[in-house]
């Protein structure tokens, strides 16, 4: 139906012409790119005097402006930077035209292309190209009733991109057992984008040819002692370029219910223009929600909108357990602490049933030193963020394996009080958080961002004590009865103790 759609409406594209042209070029110019791959891309340029400045937006990125538009031959020629890619690659692109039409070449994003294009005007563009069928209806608020403290597994993602297959899936399942990992509390097996075939005549969405039996694999994680969750987005193309489930959301949420999925992750990708606001992307959201909870299945409902619209606010209503609060994670430092310390979601919005994730870990990738994996491992504890890992199962070095199973700093991503932690105290580059926990006792994390060792000190104040009793390393398991004068925190470190006190 969405293909059908995307050709009729651009088949009957009306030609507007815009007043007062002053370069060929200016204007509004609609570019539609062809299933199975469908996009829309508006141009929009103007002109004054020999300035040319312009702008082009696409279904999956929003408007992106033109850098260094300029004339050259006939041709009208820029550069576009798409904000959304990890290494903000910038693309050239060129547009010529013939007969008055235009004739677009260059890298539309996720892949090169050349295609005709029409005048058009922005109206259209949204009214029409960009959102085409009705908007679901915001229902009823759906009870949040899973994930009673932050949910804890394993996607393929961050190592496996789309390089992902049944036989993957499996053998992470088998390695989350015979590691320990699953006894340690992870226990979600997630397939993320890429597991998408295309839909059969009635619509149902099928697996593509890397997994060839959903129902076998969901029972062989299940005999495993273990959950399953699968992945997708609610416009017409997943981020990596897969079948969403624009116009199909019931019929995809009783497929993941019917194959025996635990868990969907539920993304914005090309859904952006559709779903342009709070009010908008919300319904859409209600519509999946629904759709899961009318399948009777119980399925954690994981929002991915890289917390726009203060998703934080409304990520209960609409069913979700967790919803993302940044753009994506990459194995370095920088990214992991900007997400971690800064973009990781309104600490007032976190608690039982619903958690900030600020996206998933990358500890045991490679790209993090032993500290900066340790800082990782304990800012997503201290603000009770989701605990998925993203590295290769398989290959959990001892070391690894010691961060990610420490019982000690589970317990606190995991307690029961579900308070997200916060920063009570920074100075330059150090910082000391806190996280008060069911027991009355509070945990306390000492973050040096600097790229220096640094001495730091705790007071009891720091908990809202007036003395402190107990001091627990949660790293270490010493326990000592009083703070100790200073901690030593390594470049780019962390330290994390728990206190009790009054
Ligand atoms: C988006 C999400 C990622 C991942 C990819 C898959 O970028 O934020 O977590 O799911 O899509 O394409």
């Known amino acids: 139906m969405t293909r059908a759609l995307f050709a009729a409406l651009f088949a009957t594209a009306s030609l ?82 013939k007969d008055g039409k235009p004739h677009l070449e260059g890298q539309i994003w996720e892949s090169p292309i050349a295609i005709d294009g029409y005048r058009g005007t922005a109206k259209d563009a949204k009214a029409r190209a960009f959102r085409f069928t009705p908007l679901p209806p915001l229902g009823q608020t759906i009870p949040s009733k899973l994930a009673a403290t932050p949910p804890m597994g394993w996607s393929s993602w961050n190592k496996f991109a789309e390089q992902i297959d049944d036989k993957t899936v499996r053998a992470m399942a088998d390695a989350m057992v015979s590691s320990g ?30 997994f060839p039996d959903m129902k076998a694999l969901t029972d062989y994680v299940h005999a495993r002692g273990l959950k399953i969750g699968i992945y997708s987005s609610q416009g017409p193309r997943t981020c990596a370029g897969y079948e969403g489930s624009y116009g199909h959301v019931a019929q995809d949420a009783k497929s993941f219910a019917d ?33 899961l909870q009318a399948t009777g299945r119980e399925m954690i409902f994981s929002l991915c909108e890289y917390g726009r619209f203060d998703v934080g606010s409304w990520g209960r209503d609409v069913g979700g357990q967790l919803w993302r609060t940044t753009g994506d994670i990459t194995d370095d430092y920088e990214t992991m602490a900007e997400i971690g310390f800064d973009k990781n979601g309104n600490a007032a919005y976190a608690g039982p049933h619903g958690w900030n994730d600020p996206d998933m870990l990358e500890i045991g990738n490679g790209g993090m030193s032993a500290d900066e994996y340790r800082t990782h491992m304990t800012l997503w504890a201290m603000s009770a963020a989701p605990l998925m890992m993203g590295h290769d199962l398989r290959e959990t070095d001892a070391a690894t394996l010691a961060m990610l199973t420490n019982r000690r700093v589970i317990a606190i991503d995991q ?46 104040a720091d908990a809202g004590f007036t003395s402190i009793t107990q001091v627990e390393n949660q790293w270490s398991g010493a326990t000592e009865a009083t703070l100790p004068a200073s901690y030593a925190v390594p470049a780019r470190g962390a330290v994390m103790v728990v206190v009790k006190g009054q």
């Not at 299933?35 to 508006?42: E, F, K, Y």
């Not at 223009?273 to 992307?281: K, R």
């Open 16 to 97: 507007t012409t815009p007043a007062a042209a002053k370069t060929a070029f200016d204007g509004v110019w609609l570019f539609h790119k062809a299933p199975p791959t469908p996009g829309v891309t508006m141009m929009e340029v103007t002109s004054k005097g020999a300035k040319i400045e312009g702008r082009v937006t696409t279904l999956w990125y929003g408007p992106v402006d033109m850098m260094n538009p300029r004339i050259a031959d006939g041709k009208l020629l820029f550069e576009a930077r798409n904000i959304n890619d990890r290494d903000h690659p910038t693309r050239s692109w060129s547009v010529s035209l």
């Open 415 to 460: 307690d029961s009080r579900g308070v997200q932690g916060k920063a009570v105290r920074k100075q330059g580059a150090l910082e000391v958080w806190a996280k008060p926990l069911a027991d009355g006792r509070v945990a306390l994390a000492l973050f040096n961002r600097g790229t220096e060792g640094a001495i730091m000190a705790l007071a009891a």
């Open 181 to 210: 990992l699953r006894d340690a509390g992870y226990t979600y097996i997630n397939i993320d984008d890429g597991w998408q075939g295309k839909r059969d005549a009635s619509g149902v969405l099928q697996p593509n040819a890397k």
């Open 259 to 291: 194959w025996g999925f635990d868990y969907l992750k539920y993304d914005l990708c090309s859904g952006e223009w559709f779903y342009a606001d709070a009010d908008t992307v919300k319904r859409s959201y209600h519509e999946m929600g629904a759709a």
